[in-house]
């Protein structure tokens, strides 16, 4: 069993940047695969940037070069950086975790990029 707990989530002017952070609890030795979904209203739950227990990491193609997916193993915490925001990364964030075979989610972040 794992515990996702969100933060950093605000508001934030365009071409501003903010910083999420998930920390897990429970049995978070066993977490290989993290990710940051998001979802704005009126759309589906997309996925926005992934690492695995390795440290590889993936991102969707709208916010490559703008956001940097990073993990501290240590601390159970993974990251996300947002630089350059728009206004169409308004969206609830939400951390994602693997344990073989079992998915879990965070309760979700609010960010609004507006002037």
């Known amino acids: 069993q794992v515990q996702l707990a969100e933060s950093g989530g605000g508001l934030v002017q365009p071409g501003g940047s903010l910083r999420l952070s998930c920390a897990a609890s429970g049995s978070s030795f066993s977490i290989n695969n993290m990710a940051w979904y998001r979802q704005a209203p009126g759309n589906q739950r997309e996925l926005v940037a992934l690492?695995?227990?390795?440290?590889?990491?993936n991102y969707q193609d709208s916010v490559k070069g703008r956001f940097t997916i990073s993990r501290d193993n240590a601390k159970n915490t993974v990251y996300l950086q947002m630089n350059s925001l728009k206004p169409e990364d308004t969206a609830v964030y939400y951390c994602?975790?693997?344990?073989?075979?079992?998915?879990?989610w965070g309760q979700g972040t609010q960010v609004t990029v507006s002037s």
């Open positions: 690492i695995t227990g390795g440290g590889a990491t």
């Open positions: 994602y975790a693997a344990t073989r075979g079992y998915g879990y």
